[in-house]
C-alpha cells in the first residue's frame, strides 16, 4: 500500500496534482478543500502528500486511485466520510469542498442544509451522514492549518438560578 508520496509538483488537473518521482508521474487525486490550501505550490517546488489507496474496479480490471491529503487528520477524516454506506472514494473528494473542520462542525450540529450545499450530496445523503457520524466527528472540527479556515463553537450561554 502506498502511504505517502513524495515529488515534484509538475502538473495540476481540476481535482487533482501530477507529482514527479524519479522520473514517473504520479496522478493524485486531491479534495477541493485541500487543492485550494496548496494553491501557492509553484510548478516543481517539493510537494509531500499522505494518500489514501484504493483500487476502482471497472468491470474485471482494478485501477490503482490514489488520494491526497496535507496531514493524517485530514486522510482520518476522509476515512471515516468514505465509511457512510452511500458515499465511495470518488464521491468523497467531490464532497470535500469546504474545510474539514466546516463540515465535521455541520455535523456535529446536524446541519443538513450546509451538507446539502457540498458536491453530490442531497438532503437524504445529508442524513446518513449525520446518522452515522455524529458524535464522532468533533475531533476535526479542532484541525488547524495556515490557510485553512477553522470553525468556531459559538459561545454557549449559561442561565443564572
Not at 502511504?3 to 524519479?22: D, F, Y
Not at 476502482?56 to 491526497?68: A, F, N, R, T
Not at 486522510?75 to 465509511?83: D, Q, S, V
Amino acid at each position: 500500500m502506498i502511504s505517502r508520496i513524495s515529488g515534484k509538483l509538475i502538473g495540476r488537473k481540476p481535482n487533482a496534482l501530477i507529482v514527479s518521482v524519479n522520473g514517473i508521474g504520479y496522478e493524485v487525486m486531491v479534495p477541493a478543500c485541500i487543492l485550494q490550501a496548496l494553491e501557492p505550490l509553484a510548478k516543481d517546488q517539493q510537494v509531500e502528500l499522505v494518500t489514501y489507496y484504493y483500487l476502482q474496479m471497472e468491470g474485471m480490471k482494478g485501477i490503482p486511485v490514489l488520494v491526497g491529503f496535507r496531514h493524517e487528520m485530514e486522510k482520518e477524516f476522509f476515512e471515516l466520510f468514505i465509511g457512510v454506506t452511500s458515499i465511495g472514494p470518488r464521491s468523497a473528494v467531490k464532497a470535500l469542498s469546504l474545510p474539514i473542520p466546516r463540515i465535521a462542525e455541520a455535523i456535529e450540529r446536524g446541519d443538513t442544509g450546509l451538507l446539502n450545499s457540498l458536491p453530490g450530496v442531497g438532503t437524504q445523503k445529508a442524513k446518513e451522514i449525520i446518522a452515522k457520524l455524529q458524535g464522532k466527528s468533533g475531533r476535526f472540527c479542532l484541525i488547524r492549518d495556515e490557510g485553512a479556515e477553522v470553525a468556531r463553537w459559538p459561545k454557549i450561554s449559561r442561565m443564572k438560578a
